[in-house]
């Protein structure tokens, strides 16, 4: 419709300034015929200047309309939509209705451009808070893409290229680079256990590689507690099965050597010795039976039962608790709190027996050191806190140091071998992990990270 206006506009004045050079050609031929004809002559003058204006007229009627398309297609090039077309609109309605046009069609162009833009950022939103490591990168190993998840998971602040990752990670970047295998299991240099899979796509006809990496270790840990579990139950089922009715007979023979079997002279003490042995036997059964019975926590921790916890007042409360233990051993115990007063969704009591764990755990290493030193530190990063314990101990041997968190397996005399497995198993009920970084002679550092409380968690576990 607006073109066939347009037409028309332009059809009219075309035939006016035909009709208008005619009507001036007719009065000339009169002027030239007649020679002295006044009025023939003025209005020539007249029409001439007339044929002059409407051709002007014409011109800027036919040029407007190119530099009205013209900046059209400029704004839908460079997608500026917020201009106006409204200029002309006293040269008639069919600019009027050209313009409107044209306003529809970048209002709509408009609306586009901000729905694609609101859809951009609640993929990218999501995409950089999924817990899952997610990077985008062509053949040529730039990467177009990167979520928090997995600069962290990596150990970077920023990546814009695979070839940045042979510092840290040079297996990882050969594989990605090569892209031969599309899944594999990744293990670093710092325990770091990483699934990995990658995904070829093409985007604006190049290829591109889609590689989602899953830290695997929690959920390897967990199970490896699991299995620890279910065999510390079977072992203790079966030996106190065993050893309840060995103890039932021991008691009996007791009974039968102290009231039924009669004393004789001539049995050179040896009622004596079998009463000894038989109370020997007993004593070293109960005891075992004790000692398999206190593996019952291990293999039965309760739930916890989850509170906020300012995570400033758990660490101080037990500065104050473990403080004149430290002192009497002569031990330098401070604390640095850098996490304000964060929240987190724990219980207590639980978080209480782990750091508490830790602390005795670094006194007794310290038996032997001079200047003996236990430092707690406690910070926040990344929507986590950090809970560390450092001493100035001889630290622990390489060897093992990737035991200490089996159930039994301790370095010390006395010790169960269940305290660290039990701490590693309350920190994993919680959302969180629990590390250790040692060097023999330079000392040990344990680290406990969790998470902060959300809005989302004081509605799920039902605060007031």
């Given amino acids: 419709m607006l073109f066939k206006r347009f037409s028309l506009g332009l059809i009219w004045r075309i035939g006016l300034i035909m009709f208008l050079s005619a009507a001036m050609v007719y009065c000339l031929v009169q002027l030239y015929q007649q020679k002295d004809n006044t009025i023939y002559w003025l209005s020539s003058v007249?029409?001439?200047?007339?044929?002059?204006?409407?051709?002007?007229?014409?011109?800027?009627?036919?040029?407007?309309?190119?530099?009205?398309?013209?900046?059209?297609?400029?704004?839908?090039?460079?997608?500026?939509?917020?201009?106006?077309?409204?200029?002309?609109?006293?040269?008639?309605?069919?600019?009027?209705?050209?313009?409107?046009?044209?306003?529809?069609?970048?209002?709509?162009?408009?609306?586009?451009?901000?729905?694609?833009?609101?859809?951009?950022?609640?993929?990218?939103?999501?995409?950089?808070?999924?817990?899952?490591?997610?990077?985008?990168?062509?053949?040529?190993?730039?990467?177009?893409?990167?979520?928090?998840?997995?600069?962290?998971?990596?150990?970077?602040?920023?990546?814009?290229?695979?070839?940045?990752?042979?510092?840290?990670?040079?297996?990882?970047?050969?594989?990605?680079?090569?892209?031969?295998?599309?899944?594999?299991?990744?293990?670093?240099?710092?325990?770091?256990?990483?699934?990995?899979?990658?995904?070829?796509?093409?985007l604006g006809g190049q290829i591109k590689n889609l590689v989602s990496l899953q830290n695997i270790q929690p959920e390897l840990q967990q199970k490896e507690v699991e299995a620890w579990q279910n065999l510390t139950r079977v072992l203790r089922h079966e030996i106190m099965n065993s050893l309840t009715p060995i103890l039932s007979l021991i008691g009996t023979m007791k009974h039968i050597v102290d009231k039924e079997l009669p004393a004789s002279a001539n049995d050179n003490g040896a009622k004596d010795d079998l009463q000894e042995a038989l109370q020997t036997l007993e004593s070293r059964g109960i005891g075992m039976i004790n000692f398999v019975d206190g593996y019952r926590s291990f293999t039965s921790i309760p739930s916890p039962t989850f509170a906020e916890v300012d995570i400033e007042q758990l660490v101080q409360r037990m500065m104050n608790l473990l403080q004149p233990e430290m002192v009497a051993a002569n031990i330098a115990f401070s604390v640095e709190n850098d996490t304000g007063h964060h929240l987190i969704n724990a219980d207590a009591e639980q978080l209480s027996m782990v750091f508490i764990n830790l602390v005795k755990n670094a006194k007794e290493a310290l038996d032997h050191t001079r200047h003996a030193r236990i430092h707690i530190k406690s910070f926040a990063q990344n929507q986590l806190v950090l809970i560390e314990v450092t001493d100035n101990g001889p630290g622990i041997e390489p060897e093992a140091l990737e035991d200490i968190f089996i159930p039994f397996f301790t370095t010390k005399e006395n010790g169960s071998g269940i305290g660290l497995s039990l701490s590693r198993q309350i920190v994993q009920q919680h959302g969180g992990t629990i590390k250790v970084f040692s060097e023999a002679g330079k000392g040990c550092r344990f680290v406990v990270q969790l998470k902060m409380t959300t809005a989302n968690d004081k509605t799920a576990v039902g605060y007031a």
């Fill in 46 to 202: 007249l029409l001439f200047g007339v044929t002059v204006y409407r051709g002007g007229d014409l011109f800027h009627y036919a040029n407007s309309t190119n530099r009205k398309l013209s900046r059209f297609f400029d704004s839908i090039q460079y997608d500026d939509f917020s201009i106006k077309f409204s200029s002309d609109n006293t040269y008639g309605k069919s600019f009027q209705g050209l313009n409107q046009q044209f306003n529809k069609v970048l209002e709509s162009f408009r609306k586009i451009r901000a729905e694609n833009e609101a859809s951009l950022h609640l993929v990218n939103t999501i995409i950089q808070n999924v817990q899952t490591g997610l990077l985008l990168y062509d053949q040529y190993g730039r990467i177009e893409l990167s979520n928090s998840a997995a600069c962290k998971l990596l150990g970077f602040y920023r990546l814009k290229n695979i070839s940045e990752l042979k510092t840290n990670h040079h297996e990882l970047a050969e594989k990605l680079l090569a892209t031969s295998d599309k899944h594999f299991l990744y293990q670093g240099s710092n325990g770091l256990q990483v699934s990995v899979n990658i995904v070829a796509i093409r």
